[in-house]
Protein backbone atom coordinates (compact mmCIF):
# COMPACT_ATOMS: atom_id res chain seq x y z
CA UNK A 1 0.00 0.00 0.00
CA UNK A 2 1.69 3.38 -1.32
CA UNK A 3 0.97 6.35 1.06
CA UNK A 4 1.13 10.15 0.16
CA UNK A 5 0.80 12.70 1.81
CA UNK A 6 0.93 16.05 0.27
CA UNK A 7 2.32 19.53 1.72
CA UNK A 8 2.87 23.28 0.65
CA UNK A 9 0.01 24.59 -0.19
CA UNK A 10 -1.06 28.12 0.63
CA UNK A 11 -2.71 31.56 -0.42
CA UNK A 12 -0.65 33.59 -2.96
CA UNK A 13 -1.47 36.59 -5.43
CA UNK A 14 -1.78 35.91 -8.73
CA UNK A 15 1.92 36.00 -10.60
CA UNK A 16 3.12 34.46 -7.42
CA UNK A 17 4.69 30.91 -6.93
CA UNK A 18 3.84 27.81 -5.14
CA UNK A 19 6.12 24.85 -4.97
CA UNK A 20 3.67 21.63 -3.70
CA UNK A 21 5.45 18.26 -2.15
CA UNK A 22 4.09 14.59 -1.63
CA UNK A 23 5.80 12.42 0.13
CA UNK A 24 5.53 8.99 -0.75
CA UNK A 25 6.03 6.04 1.81
CA UNK A 26 8.17 3.54 -0.42
CA UNK A 27 11.13 4.44 -3.47
CA UNK A 28 9.34 5.43 -6.44
CA UNK A 29 12.11 3.94 -8.41
CA UNK A 30 10.49 0.35 -6.95
CA UNK A 31 7.10 -0.53 -9.08
CA UNK A 32 4.72 2.95 -9.43
CA UNK A 33 4.75 6.26 -10.87
CA UNK A 34 3.01 9.62 -9.49
CA UNK A 35 0.99 12.44 -11.01
CA UNK A 36 -0.74 15.43 -9.55
CA UNK A 37 -4.58 16.39 -10.29
CA UNK A 38 -6.70 19.43 -9.18
CA UNK A 39 -10.06 19.54 -8.07
CA UNK A 40 -12.74 22.47 -7.86
CA UNK A 41 -16.01 22.25 -5.65
CA UNK A 42 -18.72 21.17 -8.33
CA UNK A 43 -16.22 19.88 -10.97
CA UNK A 44 -14.59 16.87 -11.96
CA UNK A 45 -11.13 16.12 -11.16
CA UNK A 46 -8.91 16.88 -13.63
CA UNK A 47 -5.20 15.80 -13.95
CA UNK A 48 -2.66 18.79 -14.42
CA UNK A 49 1.16 16.82 -14.19
CA UNK A 50 2.45 13.35 -14.96
CA UNK A 51 5.75 11.59 -14.19
CA UNK A 52 6.55 8.25 -15.82
CA UNK A 53 8.88 6.22 -14.29
CA UNK A 54 11.74 6.90 -16.83
CA UNK A 55 11.23 10.42 -15.94
CA UNK A 56 9.40 11.49 -18.81
CA UNK A 57 6.79 14.29 -17.88
CA UNK A 58 3.12 15.75 -19.22
CA UNK A 59 1.34 18.81 -18.54
CA UNK A 60 -2.29 20.14 -18.48
CA UNK A 61 -1.89 22.65 -21.45
CA UNK A 62 -3.10 25.28 -19.03
CA UNK A 63 -0.22 24.86 -17.38
CA UNK A 64 2.89 24.39 -19.73
CA UNK A 65 5.37 26.42 -19.38
CA UNK A 66 4.25 27.13 -15.75
CA UNK A 67 4.22 24.24 -13.69
CA UNK A 68 7.33 21.55 -13.29
CA UNK A 69 6.54 17.86 -12.28
CA UNK A 70 9.88 16.71 -10.78
CA UNK A 71 10.94 13.89 -8.24
CA UNK A 72 13.82 14.28 -5.78
CA UNK A 73 14.31 10.15 -5.13
CA UNK A 74 16.98 10.34 -1.97
CA UNK A 75 13.71 11.90 -0.18
CA UNK A 76 10.89 9.92 -1.97
CA UNK A 77 8.99 13.24 -2.81
CA UNK A 78 7.04 14.33 -5.83
CA UNK A 79 7.54 18.25 -6.10
CA UNK A 80 5.04 20.22 -8.30
CA UNK A 81 6.44 23.41 -8.68
CA UNK A 82 3.72 26.27 -9.66
CA UNK A 83 4.75 29.78 -11.54
CA UNK A 84 2.83 32.53 -12.66
CA UNK A 85 -0.56 31.45 -11.02
CA UNK A 86 -3.72 32.53 -12.15
CA UNK A 87 -6.56 32.41 -10.54
CA UNK A 88 -8.12 29.90 -12.09
CA UNK A 89 -5.27 27.58 -10.76
CA UNK A 90 -7.49 27.93 -7.41
CA UNK A 91 -8.12 24.28 -6.50
CA UNK A 92 -7.78 21.45 -4.23
CA UNK A 93 -4.16 19.90 -4.86
CA UNK A 94 -3.43 15.75 -4.71
CA UNK A 95 -1.35 13.88 -5.54
CA UNK A 96 -1.55 10.30 -6.90
CA UNK A 97 0.25 6.77 -7.55
CA UNK A 98 -0.55 3.96 -9.43
CA UNK A 99 1.80 0.94 -9.96
CA UNK A 100 2.46 1.54 -13.66
CA UNK A 101 5.55 2.56 -15.42
CA UNK A 102 3.38 5.69 -16.98
CA UNK A 103 1.76 8.24 -15.37
CA UNK A 104 0.18 10.69 -17.85
CA UNK A 105 -1.66 13.94 -16.61
CA UNK A 106 -4.65 12.68 -18.92
CA UNK A 107 -5.34 9.39 -17.74
CA UNK A 108 -8.36 9.29 -15.11
CA UNK A 109 -8.18 9.63 -12.02
CA UNK A 110 -9.98 6.00 -11.59
CA UNK A 111 -6.66 4.30 -12.60
CA UNK A 112 -4.85 6.19 -9.74
CA UNK A 113 -6.08 3.80 -6.75
CA UNK A 114 -3.22 5.58 -4.26
CA UNK A 115 -4.51 9.41 -3.11
CA UNK A 116 -3.12 11.82 -0.59
CA UNK A 117 -5.32 13.52 1.52
CA UNK A 118 -4.96 17.20 -0.94
CA UNK A 119 -3.48 20.28 -0.18
CA UNK A 120 -5.56 23.97 -1.02
CA UNK A 121 -3.72 26.40 -3.36
CA UNK A 122 -5.72 29.46 -3.48
CA UNK A 123 -4.44 32.68 -6.08
CA UNK A 124 -6.35 35.78 -5.69
CA UNK A 125 -5.83 38.96 -7.98
Known amino acids: QVQLAESGGGSVQAGGSLRLSCAHS????????VAWFRQVPGKEREGVAG???????SYLNSVKGRFTISQDNAKNTVYLQMNSLKEDDTAMYYC???????????????????WGQGTQVTVSS
Open 96 to 114: AARRSSYCRYDYPPSQFPY
Open 26 to 33: EPQTRSYC
Open 51 to 57: LDRDGIT
